[in-house]
């Protein structure tokens, strides 16, 4: 009646479009209804799901729109522009931290080289794990969650 196979027919019944026992008339109009569907974005054939795509899209434009907003409030920064920050804020504390034993010997002439040579090594010693420091997503995530809540 409407120009289909009975395999297709059949996958229609399967996936309860048509109604085994319904009169032709309902089948008619179950089936179009069905195309209607379709056309319309609602319902598929085959493997892609119109409206979970679309719906999937919609999402994705709006996580962009999202990240241009934030751009643009620069509450959002490239990891390159953070990285060149973040070194440039190190050598800066580095220098500051090597100066630190000299300032103290000038300071303060009662301490023992012993003393000194203590200072040194904890300074030595914060330098160091700076500069192992690697990044851990799942720990920015989660400072970057609770600092969002606070």
């Known amino acids: 009646m409407v120009g289909i196979s009975q395999p297709a027919v059949s996958a229609l019944v399967a996936k309860g479009v048509l109604k085994n026992g319904d009169p032709a008339g309902a089948w008619l109009h179950s089936y179009c209804a069905n195309l209607r569907e379709q056309a319309a974005g609602r319902a598929s054939e085959g493997g892609l799901d119109l409206v979970q795509e679309r719906a999937r899209l919609a999402k994705e434009q709006a996580d962009k729109f999202a990240m241009v907003n934030a751009q643009t409030r620069k509450e959002?920064?490239?990891?390159?522009?953070?990285?060149?920050?973040?070194?440039?804020?190190?050598?800066?504390?580095?220098g500051v931290l090597e100066a630190l034993p000299i300032q103290i010997k000038r300071a303060a002439k009662n301490l023992s080289s012993e003393d000194l040579r203590l200072i040194t090594d904890e300074i030595a010693k914060a330098r160091?794990?700076?500069?192992?420091?690697?990044?851990?997503?799942?720990?920015?995530?989660?400072?970057?969650?609770?600092?969002?809540s606070d």
Do not use: C, F, T
């Open 128 to 148: 160091n794990m700076a500069a192992a420091l690697k990044l851990d997503w799942d720990e920015i995530d989660g400072l970057v969650g609770n600092s969002a």
């Open 76 to 94: 959002l920064a490239p990891i390159s522009l953070i990285e060149l920050v973040l070194a440039n804020m190190a050598r800066q504390v580095a």
